[in-house]
Protein backbone atom coordinates (compact mmCIF):
# COMPACT_ATOMS: atom_id res chain seq x y z
CA UNK A 1 0.00 0.00 0.00
CA UNK A 2 2.93 2.17 1.21
CA UNK A 3 4.73 1.76 -2.06
CA UNK A 4 2.88 3.56 -3.94
CA UNK A 5 3.69 7.08 -2.42
CA UNK A 6 7.15 6.33 -2.17
CA UNK A 7 7.83 7.93 -5.81
CA UNK A 8 10.13 10.53 -6.91
CA UNK A 9 6.90 13.15 -7.25
CA UNK A 10 5.49 12.08 -3.73
CA UNK A 11 8.94 12.96 -2.26
CA UNK A 12 9.45 16.11 -3.92
CA UNK A 13 5.72 17.45 -2.76
CA UNK A 14 6.59 16.43 0.71
CA UNK A 15 9.79 18.26 0.81
CA UNK A 16 7.98 21.15 -0.86
CA UNK A 17 5.50 21.10 2.12
CA UNK A 18 8.14 20.57 4.88
CA UNK A 19 10.43 23.55 4.12
CA UNK A 20 7.69 26.04 3.95
CA UNK A 21 6.07 25.17 7.05
CA UNK A 22 9.43 25.61 9.00
CA UNK A 23 10.48 28.26 6.65
CA UNK A 24 7.54 30.67 6.72
CA UNK A 25 7.79 30.65 10.71
CA UNK A 26 11.10 32.46 10.55
CA UNK A 27 9.82 34.77 7.90
CA UNK A 28 6.56 35.93 9.49
CA UNK A 29 7.79 36.51 13.21
CA UNK A 30 11.22 37.88 12.00
CA UNK A 31 10.32 41.85 11.26
CA UNK A 32 8.09 42.05 14.53
CA UNK A 33 11.24 40.08 16.28
CA UNK A 34 14.06 42.08 15.29
CA UNK A 35 12.78 45.10 15.82
CA UNK A 36 10.76 44.13 19.37
CA UNK A 37 13.83 42.10 20.85
CA UNK A 38 16.57 43.35 18.79
CA UNK A 39 16.10 46.91 18.45
CA UNK A 40 16.52 46.53 14.45
CA UNK A 41 16.45 49.78 11.96
CA UNK A 42 16.21 49.57 8.38
CA UNK A 43 19.87 49.44 8.47
CA UNK A 44 20.23 46.39 10.76
CA UNK A 45 17.49 44.21 8.52
CA UNK A 46 19.09 45.37 5.71
CA UNK A 47 22.53 43.90 6.45
CA UNK A 48 20.69 40.64 8.05
CA UNK A 49 19.01 40.05 4.85
CA UNK A 50 22.24 40.50 2.84
CA UNK A 51 23.97 38.52 5.16
CA UNK A 52 20.85 35.63 4.41
CA UNK A 53 21.52 35.69 0.70
CA UNK A 54 25.27 35.38 0.90
CA UNK A 55 24.68 31.27 0.91
CA UNK A 56 22.60 31.66 -2.06
CA UNK A 57 25.31 33.73 -4.21
CA UNK A 58 27.23 30.66 -3.27
CA UNK A 59 24.61 28.02 -4.42
CA UNK A 60 27.05 26.69 -7.17
CA UNK A 61 29.24 25.42 -4.32
CA UNK A 62 26.32 22.60 -4.17
CA UNK A 63 27.63 20.69 -7.45
CA UNK A 64 30.95 20.23 -5.83
CA UNK A 65 29.20 18.71 -2.79
CA UNK A 66 27.48 16.68 -5.10
CA UNK A 67 30.96 14.94 -5.64
CA UNK A 68 30.41 13.00 -2.32
CA UNK A 69 26.86 13.28 -1.73
CA UNK A 70 23.96 12.13 -3.93
CA UNK A 71 21.28 14.99 -5.07
CA UNK A 72 18.37 13.72 -2.74
CA UNK A 73 20.52 13.27 0.44
CA UNK A 74 21.78 16.16 -0.30
CA UNK A 75 18.11 17.69 -0.43
CA UNK A 76 17.16 16.06 3.38
CA UNK A 77 20.24 17.05 4.80
CA UNK A 78 19.74 21.06 4.04
CA UNK A 79 16.23 20.18 4.88
CA UNK A 80 17.56 19.63 8.26
CA UNK A 81 19.96 22.44 8.75
CA UNK A 82 17.01 24.84 7.99
CA UNK A 83 15.27 23.70 10.54
CA UNK A 84 17.84 24.12 12.69
CA UNK A 85 18.59 27.44 12.01
CA UNK A 86 15.11 28.43 12.70
CA UNK A 87 15.15 26.66 15.85
CA UNK A 88 18.07 28.60 16.97
CA UNK A 89 16.59 31.80 16.27
CA UNK A 90 14.59 32.83 19.73
CA UNK A 91 17.61 31.83 22.21
CA UNK A 92 19.54 34.49 19.97
CA UNK A 93 17.81 37.69 20.31
CA UNK A 94 20.94 39.66 19.53
CA UNK A 95 22.36 41.58 16.28
CA UNK A 96 25.24 39.09 16.15
CA UNK A 97 23.25 35.94 17.57
CA UNK A 98 20.76 36.84 14.46
CA UNK A 99 22.96 37.58 11.96
CA UNK A 100 24.50 33.68 12.96
CA UNK A 101 21.53 32.10 13.22
CA UNK A 102 20.42 33.37 9.55
CA UNK A 103 23.16 32.49 7.66
CA UNK A 104 22.91 28.87 9.69
CA UNK A 105 19.21 28.83 8.19
CA UNK A 106 20.05 30.31 4.91
CA UNK A 107 23.25 27.90 4.08
CA UNK A 108 20.27 24.79 3.97
CA UNK A 109 17.32 26.96 2.84
CA UNK A 110 19.54 27.82 -0.49
CA UNK A 111 21.34 24.35 -0.91
CA UNK A 112 17.61 22.86 -0.44
CA UNK A 113 16.11 25.15 -3.13
CA UNK A 114 19.22 24.48 -5.45
CA UNK A 115 18.80 20.82 -5.12
CA UNK A 116 15.40 20.49 -5.18
CA UNK A 117 14.75 22.59 -8.61
CA UNK A 118 17.32 20.01 -10.18
CA UNK A 119 15.34 17.09 -9.31
CA UNK A 120 12.20 18.84 -9.89
CA UNK A 121 13.64 19.07 -13.44
CA UNK A 122 15.30 15.83 -13.93
CA UNK A 123 12.26 13.95 -12.64
CA UNK A 124 9.06 15.44 -13.55
CA UNK A 125 9.24 15.33 -17.73
CA UNK A 126 8.94 19.13 -19.88
CA UNK A 127 4.89 18.33 -20.98
CA UNK A 128 4.13 17.95 -17.00
CA UNK A 129 6.56 20.33 -15.37
CA UNK A 130 4.62 23.63 -15.31
CA UNK A 131 1.40 22.01 -13.99
CA UNK A 132 3.45 20.19 -11.46
CA UNK A 133 5.43 23.52 -10.20
CA UNK A 134 1.87 24.41 -10.01
CA UNK A 135 1.02 21.70 -7.89
CA UNK A 136 4.40 22.29 -5.45
CA UNK A 137 3.27 25.77 -5.45
CA UNK A 138 -0.16 24.86 -4.00
CA UNK A 139 1.38 22.33 -1.54
CA UNK A 140 3.90 25.03 -0.45
CA UNK A 141 0.79 27.37 0.01
CA UNK A 142 -0.95 24.68 2.29
CA UNK A 143 2.52 24.32 4.49
CA UNK A 144 2.57 28.26 4.57
CA UNK A 145 -0.74 28.53 6.03
CA UNK A 146 -0.61 25.99 8.80
CA UNK A 147 2.35 27.91 9.48
CA UNK A 148 0.66 31.48 9.81
CA UNK A 149 -2.07 30.37 11.53
CA UNK A 150 -0.66 28.31 13.97
CA UNK A 151 1.40 31.70 14.38
CA UNK A 152 -2.03 33.85 15.00
CA UNK A 153 -2.92 30.50 16.98
CA UNK A 154 -0.07 30.57 19.30
CA UNK A 155 1.04 33.94 19.62
CA UNK A 156 -1.96 36.25 19.96
CA UNK A 157 -4.70 33.45 21.37
CA UNK A 158 -2.23 32.06 24.08
CA UNK A 159 0.43 34.38 24.29
CA UNK A 160 3.44 31.90 23.16
CA UNK A 161 6.71 33.61 22.78
CA UNK A 162 9.01 33.86 19.78
CA UNK A 163 11.10 31.47 21.50
CA UNK A 164 8.73 28.75 22.09
CA UNK A 165 7.43 29.05 18.91
CA UNK A 166 10.71 28.81 16.50
CA UNK A 167 11.57 25.78 18.79
CA UNK A 168 8.11 24.17 18.40
CA UNK A 169 8.62 24.25 14.34
CA UNK A 170 12.19 23.90 13.86
CA UNK A 171 11.96 20.58 15.87
CA UNK A 172 8.85 20.06 14.25
CA UNK A 173 10.32 19.98 10.58
CA UNK A 174 13.50 17.73 12.13
CA UNK A 175 11.15 14.98 12.87
CA UNK A 176 9.37 15.24 9.54
CA UNK A 177 12.75 15.16 7.72
CA UNK A 178 13.91 12.20 9.57
CA UNK A 179 10.72 10.22 8.76
CA UNK A 180 10.93 10.89 5.03
CA UNK A 181 15.11 9.93 4.97
CA UNK A 182 13.41 6.36 6.88
CA UNK A 183 10.34 6.30 3.94
CA UNK A 184 11.94 6.73 0.59
CA UNK A 185 14.48 4.37 -1.23
CA UNK A 186 17.39 6.37 -3.07
CA UNK A 187 16.01 7.24 -6.66
CA UNK A 188 18.71 6.73 -9.75
CA UNK A 189 19.17 9.92 -11.80
CA UNK A 190 17.38 9.36 -15.37
CA UNK A 191 20.67 11.43 -16.50
CA UNK A 192 23.94 11.37 -15.19
CA UNK A 193 24.91 15.10 -14.07
CA UNK A 194 27.37 16.95 -14.86
CA UNK A 195 29.77 17.32 -11.65
CA UNK A 196 31.61 20.42 -12.94
CA UNK A 197 30.88 24.35 -12.84
CA UNK A 198 29.12 24.92 -16.25
CA UNK A 199 28.44 28.42 -17.54
CA UNK A 200 26.70 28.14 -21.19
CA UNK A 201 26.48 31.16 -23.73
CA UNK A 202 23.01 29.47 -25.02
CA UNK A 203 21.35 30.22 -21.55
CA UNK A 204 22.40 33.70 -21.46
CA UNK A 205 18.51 34.41 -21.80
CA UNK A 206 17.64 32.16 -18.71
CA UNK A 207 21.21 33.90 -16.61
CA UNK A 208 19.59 36.98 -17.31
CA UNK A 209 16.13 36.80 -16.15
CA UNK A 210 17.21 35.12 -13.50
CA UNK A 211 19.54 37.74 -12.42
CA UNK A 212 16.55 40.33 -12.49
CA UNK A 213 14.39 37.93 -11.00
CA UNK A 214 16.29 37.97 -8.04
CA UNK A 215 17.16 41.49 -7.92
CA UNK A 216 13.65 42.48 -7.98
CA UNK A 217 12.15 40.21 -5.73
CA UNK A 218 15.06 41.28 -2.52
CA UNK A 219 12.95 44.54 -2.41
CA UNK A 220 9.32 42.72 -2.22
CA UNK A 221 10.78 40.54 0.27
CA UNK A 222 12.80 42.40 2.61
CA UNK A 223 11.18 46.25 2.13
CA UNK A 224 7.33 45.51 1.21
CA UNK A 225 7.05 43.51 4.68
CA UNK A 226 9.05 45.55 6.47
CA UNK A 227 6.98 48.40 5.20
CA UNK A 228 3.96 47.52 6.92
CA UNK A 229 5.58 47.45 10.07
CA UNK A 230 7.37 50.54 10.38
CA UNK A 231 5.51 52.65 8.19
CA UNK A 232 1.46 51.11 8.76
CA UNK A 233 2.66 49.59 12.18
CA UNK A 234 1.41 46.26 11.25
CA UNK A 235 1.70 43.76 14.66
CA UNK A 236 2.25 40.56 14.15
CA UNK A 237 -0.99 38.79 14.01
CA UNK A 238 -1.95 41.26 11.08
CA UNK A 239 1.04 40.54 9.46
CA UNK A 240 0.38 36.72 9.44
CA UNK A 241 -3.33 37.40 8.40
CA UNK A 242 -1.39 39.00 4.83
CA UNK A 243 0.52 36.02 4.42
CA UNK A 244 -2.84 33.56 5.11
CA UNK A 245 -4.35 35.98 2.55
CA UNK A 246 -1.26 35.39 -0.24
CA UNK A 247 -1.04 31.66 0.41
CA UNK A 248 -4.82 30.94 -0.37
CA UNK A 249 -4.93 32.34 -3.68
CA UNK A 250 -1.58 30.13 -4.43
CA UNK A 251 -3.40 27.47 -2.79
CA UNK A 252 -6.57 27.81 -4.71
CA UNK A 253 -4.78 28.85 -8.30
CA UNK A 254 -1.03 28.15 -8.77
CA UNK A 255 -2.17 24.84 -10.13
CA UNK A 256 -4.29 26.41 -12.31
CA UNK A 257 -1.41 29.31 -13.24
CA UNK A 258 0.71 26.02 -14.08
CA UNK A 259 -1.66 24.80 -16.29
CA UNK A 260 -2.17 28.35 -18.28
CA UNK A 261 1.31 28.55 -18.50
CA UNK A 262 1.80 25.45 -20.38
CA UNK A 263 -0.94 26.68 -22.31
CA UNK A 264 -0.31 30.36 -23.20
CA UNK A 265 3.80 29.10 -23.31
CA UNK A 266 6.78 31.21 -21.41
CA UNK A 267 7.03 34.85 -23.07
CA UNK A 268 3.30 35.87 -22.91
CA UNK A 269 3.22 34.65 -19.32
CA UNK A 270 6.51 36.46 -18.31
CA UNK A 271 5.46 39.78 -20.40
CA UNK A 272 1.45 39.44 -17.99
CA UNK A 273 4.03 39.31 -14.95
CA UNK A 274 6.51 42.18 -15.48
CA UNK A 275 4.33 44.58 -16.50
CA UNK A 276 2.15 44.12 -13.45
CA UNK A 277 4.76 44.18 -11.46
CA UNK A 278 5.83 47.53 -12.65
CA UNK A 279 2.51 48.78 -11.67
CA UNK A 280 2.92 47.69 -8.43
CA UNK A 281 6.32 48.76 -7.46
CA UNK A 282 5.06 52.12 -8.46
CA UNK A 283 2.40 51.91 -6.20
CA UNK A 284 4.51 50.65 -3.53
CA UNK A 285 6.44 54.20 -3.81
CA UNK A 286 3.29 55.98 -3.62
CA UNK A 287 0.83 54.74 -1.59
CA UNK A 288 0.19 56.17 1.80
CA UNK A 289 -2.92 54.19 3.26
CA UNK A 290 -2.33 50.40 4.88
CA UNK A 291 -5.19 49.13 3.31
CA UNK A 292 -4.58 49.96 -0.25
CA UNK A 293 -0.53 49.15 0.76
CA UNK A 294 -1.88 45.27 1.82
CA UNK A 295 -4.20 44.72 -1.55
CA UNK A 296 -0.20 45.69 -3.26
CA UNK A 297 1.18 43.20 -1.03
CA UNK A 298 -1.40 40.49 -2.29
CA UNK A 299 -1.33 41.64 -6.16
CA UNK A 300 2.30 41.33 -6.17
CA UNK A 301 3.02 37.77 -4.37
CA UNK A 302 0.62 36.64 -6.66
CA UNK A 303 2.50 38.11 -9.71
CA UNK A 304 5.37 36.05 -8.53
CA UNK A 305 3.53 32.68 -8.75
CA UNK A 306 4.20 33.28 -12.27
CA UNK A 307 7.99 32.80 -12.52
CA UNK A 308 7.53 29.53 -12.84
CA UNK A 309 7.90 30.25 -16.66
CA UNK A 310 11.64 30.73 -16.14
CA UNK A 311 12.04 27.33 -15.23
CA UNK A 312 10.03 25.89 -17.54
CA UNK A 313 11.35 28.16 -20.37
CA UNK A 314 15.52 26.50 -18.82
CA UNK A 315 13.84 23.04 -18.64
CA UNK A 316 12.78 23.31 -22.37
CA UNK A 317 16.39 24.61 -23.10
CA UNK A 318 18.83 22.74 -21.31
CA UNK A 319 20.50 19.81 -22.16
CA UNK A 320 19.35 16.86 -19.56
CA UNK A 321 23.09 16.55 -17.87
CA UNK A 322 23.22 20.03 -17.25
CA UNK A 323 20.41 20.77 -15.23
CA UNK A 324 22.14 20.09 -11.42
CA UNK A 325 25.03 22.17 -12.53
CA UNK A 326 22.95 24.89 -14.04
CA UNK A 327 20.84 25.14 -10.98
CA UNK A 328 23.38 25.99 -8.91
CA UNK A 329 24.70 28.32 -10.78
CA UNK A 330 21.39 30.45 -11.60
CA UNK A 331 21.22 30.74 -7.75
CA UNK A 332 24.15 32.09 -7.37
CA UNK A 333 23.46 34.45 -10.47
CA UNK A 334 20.28 35.09 -8.72
CA UNK A 335 21.79 36.03 -5.91
CA UNK A 336 24.30 38.72 -7.10
CA UNK A 337 22.15 41.51 -6.97
CA UNK A 338 20.51 39.89 -4.04
CA UNK A 339 23.73 40.18 -1.60
CA UNK A 340 23.88 43.93 -2.36
CA UNK A 341 20.88 45.20 -2.83
CA UNK A 342 19.32 45.05 0.76
CA UNK A 343 21.92 46.53 2.31
CA UNK A 344 22.52 49.40 -0.08
CA UNK A 345 18.72 50.20 -0.11
CA UNK A 346 18.56 49.78 3.69
CA UNK A 347 20.26 53.21 3.42
CA UNK A 348 18.17 54.53 0.81
CA UNK A 349 15.22 53.42 3.13
CA UNK A 350 16.60 55.65 5.48
CA UNK A 351 16.22 58.61 3.20
CA UNK A 352 13.02 57.77 1.68
CA UNK A 353 11.37 54.67 1.56
CA UNK A 354 9.56 55.47 -2.26
CA UNK A 355 13.04 55.40 -4.09
CA UNK A 356 13.66 51.51 -3.22
CA UNK A 357 10.67 50.91 -4.90
CA UNK A 358 10.86 53.02 -7.74
CA UNK A 359 14.30 50.80 -7.95
CA UNK A 360 12.16 47.37 -8.22
CA UNK A 361 10.25 49.45 -10.89
CA UNK A 362 13.13 50.08 -13.02
CA UNK A 363 14.30 46.12 -12.44
CA UNK A 364 10.82 44.88 -13.40
CA UNK A 365 11.23 46.72 -16.76
CA UNK A 366 14.35 45.45 -17.56
CA UNK A 367 13.16 42.01 -17.03
CA UNK A 368 10.33 42.60 -19.36
CA UNK A 369 13.24 43.44 -22.00
CA UNK A 370 14.61 40.61 -21.51
CA UNK A 371 10.56 38.06 -21.63
CA UNK A 372 10.45 39.78 -25.51
CA UNK A 373 13.28 37.48 -26.28
CA UNK A 374 11.86 34.48 -25.21
CA UNK A 375 11.03 32.09 -28.42
CA UNK A 376 7.40 30.87 -28.64
CA UNK A 377 8.42 27.18 -28.78
CA UNK A 378 11.94 27.32 -26.53
CA UNK A 379 14.10 24.34 -27.33
CA UNK A 380 17.63 23.03 -27.71
CA UNK A 381 19.29 25.05 -30.53
CA UNK A 382 16.13 28.13 -30.53
CA UNK A 383 16.66 29.71 -27.17
CA UNK A 384 16.14 33.22 -27.81
CA UNK A 385 13.75 34.71 -29.91
CA UNK A 386 15.88 35.85 -32.85
CA UNK A 387 18.66 32.89 -32.96
CA UNK A 388 16.71 31.91 -35.76
CA UNK A 389 13.59 33.67 -37.53
CA UNK A 390 13.00 31.22 -39.59
CA UNK A 391 12.15 28.69 -36.80
CA UNK A 392 10.34 31.27 -34.52
CA UNK A 393 8.10 32.18 -37.53
CA UNK A 394 7.31 28.71 -38.36
CA UNK A 395 6.18 28.51 -34.55
CA UNK A 396 3.83 31.30 -35.06
Not at 179 to 205: G, M, N, V
Request: glycine share 6%.
Amino acid sequence: MLNQYRKPEHLLLAMAFIMPLVFSIWMVLLNNFVVEKAAFTGKEIGILQSLREVPGFLAFTAIYVLLFIKEQKLALLSLALTAVGVLLTGYFPSTLGLYITTIIMSVGFHYFETVSQSLTLQWIDKDNSAHFLGRMLSVKSIASLLAFSSVWLLMDQLSWSYQATYTLFGGLALVLVFLLAAHFKSFAPQHEQTKKLIIRKQYWLFYALTFFSGARRQIFVVFAGFLMVEKFGYSVADVSALFLINYVFNWLFAAKIGKVIGRIGERKTLVIEYVGLIAVFISYGLVENGTIAAVLYVVDHLFFALAIAIKTYFQKIAAPEDIAATAGVSFSINHIAAVVIPALLGLVWLIDHSLVFFVGAGFAACSLALAYLVPQAPRQGHEWRFKDDSVEQAAN
